[in-house]
C-alpha cells in the first residue's frame, strides 16, 4: 500500500465537508477567527513564519507588516476590551521568551508558540486574561499541573508544565509543544472515523490519564476530544474507500491517520478536588453526564461518562449527544442507551424537576419545536452506532461502552476496571 508521508499537520487547507454540529462560541467564522480546540495544535495566524522581519500591528493582533523585532521589553499597551493581551511578533514576554506566534484563542486567554531562550526549544505559553476570575482559575490550573507532575514526572499521561509567571497582570502558564487535538484532527479529516484498533490505543491512554487523576483524588470534569492532543503533529495519507460525500472524480480517495498515538490531557483549570462540593455544573455540553444536568451531584463517575462519549465520537466520526438543552439532552440519552432509572428521576433537584413528570422525563410533551424530537428520533441505539463504523471488536467495544455510559454513576465502570475490559486485554486484537 502506498503511503504519503507528511511531516506536519496541513494549516491553511479548507474542511470540505460542513461542520455535524455547533460547536463552542467561538467556533463560527467570525471577522478575526478564533482558535480553541487544544491550545497548543499548530494553527495558522496570519501568514507570518519569520521571527526576525515581521510585527503585529496593536490594534490588529492578525494583520503583519514590515519592520524591526523588539529587542528589550515591549512597549506597555492597554489590554484589549477583554482582558486579551496585545503583543507583536518578535518582542519578548519576558527576557527568557521570544513571542513566535499566536496558536490559539478562547474564553481564557491566548496561546503564544514562544522560543525559550533558557532551554533552546520552542513552548507554547497560555497568556490568560487580567480579569480576576480567569486569573483564579489558572492559579487552580497552575497548583493541579505541578502536583501532577511531581507523580507524573515523564509526562506520559499529562501535559508538562515548565514554567509559569506574572507579567503585566497576565498570568503565563508555560508548556511543552504538542500536536492537533483529536477533535481538530478528526475536523482536518474531513470527519473521517479513527480505526478501531487505533481507537483502542487513544482510549487506553485516556483512562490511564483518568485512572492516575482519580488516584490522586483529582476530578478532570471537562474531558472532550479538544482537550486531548497527539504530541506529534506528523501523519500519513492512505487510500480510503468509504467517501463521506461524494467520491472524487479518479476514484482515489485518502484519509489521514497519525503516525504515533501517543496523546496527553491539557486544560486543568476547571479541575476538582475530592473534598469539594460538586453541586455545580460541569463538563462541556456534550459531554456532560445525566447526575449532572439532574442536579443530583457529581464526582469521578462524570469523568468516565466523558470519556465513553468520546470513545463514541472517536469510532464515528461526530459526537454522540449533539444539543444545546438540557431535556433534549436527556430524551436523547434516552434514546441511545434506554430509559432512565426511576429512582434517579425521583431525586432530581428543584432547577431539573420540570424536566421530569409522573415519574418519567417528560417527553415529547416537554419538547420545545417539532425539529427537537426529530433529532431525538433520528438517533440510534448505541450498539447500531457501534456496528455502523466498526468492522471488528465491536462486541468488546459495545460492552465497554455500556459500561461507561450507565445511567447511574455509582454502577458505572470505574478506570481500572474499564482498563481490565477485553477490549483492551484480548490477546488477538491487532495493535496499531
Known sequence: MEMDYVSEFPLSHIDRRPRKRPRFAWDPPQPHPKAQSGIYNEQDVGNGTSIGHTRVLPDHPSVFVKGLTQKGSPPRRDDDKDGHYMFALGENLTSRYKIHRKIGEGTFGQVLECWDRETKEMVAIKVVRSIKKYREAAMIEVDVLQLLGKYDRNGSRCVQIRNWFDYRNHICIVFEMLGPSLYDFLRKNNYHAFPVDLVRELGRQLLECVAFMHDMRLIHTDLKP?????????????????????????????????????????????????????????????????????????????????????????????????????????????????????????????????????????????????????AVLKLHRLQNIVMQHVDHSAGDLIDLLQGLLRFDPSSRLTAPEALRHPFFTRDHYRRF
Open 226 to 374: 479538544e482537550n486531548i492532543l497527539f504530541v506529534s503533529s506528523e501523519y500519513i495519507k492512505v487510500p480510503d474507500n468509504k467517501f463521506t460525500s461524494r467520491p472524487p472524480k479518479d476514484g482515489t480517495s485518502y484519509k489521514r491517520l497519525p503516525k504515533s498515538s501517543a496523546i496527553k490531557v491539557i486544560d486543568f483549570g476547571s479541575t476538582a478536588y475530592e473534598h469539594q462540593e460538586h453541586n455545580y455544573i460541569v463538563s462541556t455540553r456534550h459531554y456532560r453526564a445525566p447526575e449532572v444536568i439532574l442536579g443530583l451531584g457529581w464526582s469521578y463517575p462524570c469523568d468516565i461518562w466523558s470519556v465513553g462519549c468520546i470513545l463514541v465520537e472517536l469510532c464515528s466520526g461526530e459526537a454522540l449527544f449533539q444539543t444545546h438543552e438540557n431535556l433534549e439532552h436527556l430524551a436523547m440519552m434516552e434514546r441511545v442507551l434506554g430509559p432512565m432509572p426511576h429512582h434517579m428521576l425521583k431525586r432530581v433537584d428543584r432547577h431539573a424537576e420540570k424536566y421530569v413528570r409522573r415519574g418519567r422525563l417528560d417527553w415529547p410533551e416537554g419538547a420545545t419545536s417539532r425539529e427537537s424530537i426529530k
